[in-house]
Nanobody
Framework: QVHLVESGGGLVQPGGSLTLSCAAS????????MGWFRQAPGKEREFVAA????????YYADSVKGRFTVSRDNAKNTVVLQMNVVKPEDTAVYYC??????????????WGQGTQVTVSS
């Protein structure tokens, strides 16, 4: 059983930056591919970014490519989503998730509780 806790959400102005972190416990973190997803009000949850267990391969949604960066530290059991040049449409609850399968295809086995990101001036 893997327990995931996100942190770092908050209010940020358009064009600004925010760093989300996800701390994992209860399992062998390096065995899991990790993903970030988001859900805006009234919308379906959508894929944002993912990283393989080695960290060598990373995947991004087109909407965030070039602005967001996903990374992981297997020694610290953490995965980070660096969000730059944020836009109002990035406003959502952000979730991290862990999968024993491909992080691009899933399915994802464990989910965090989410952290709110609001982009507004």
């Amino acid at each position: 059983q893997v327990h995931l806790v996100e942190s770092g959400g908050g209010l940020v102005q358009p064009g600004g930056s925010l760093t989300l972190s996800c701390a994992a416990s209860g399992g062998t973190f390096s065995n899991y591919g990790m993903g970030w997803f988001r859900q805006a009000p009234g919308k379906e949850r959508e894929f944002v970014a993912a990283i393989t267990w080695t960290g060598f391969n990373k995947y991004y949604a087109d909407s965030v490519k070039g602005r967001f960066t996903v990374s992981r530290d297997n020694a610290k059991n953490t995965v980070v989503l660096q969000m730059n040049v944020v836009k109002p449409e990035d406003t959502a609850v952000y979730y991290c998730a862990a999968t024993s399968k491909s992080p691009l295809a899933g399915p994802y086995d464990y989910w965090g509780q989410g952290t709110q990101v609001t982009v507004s001036s």
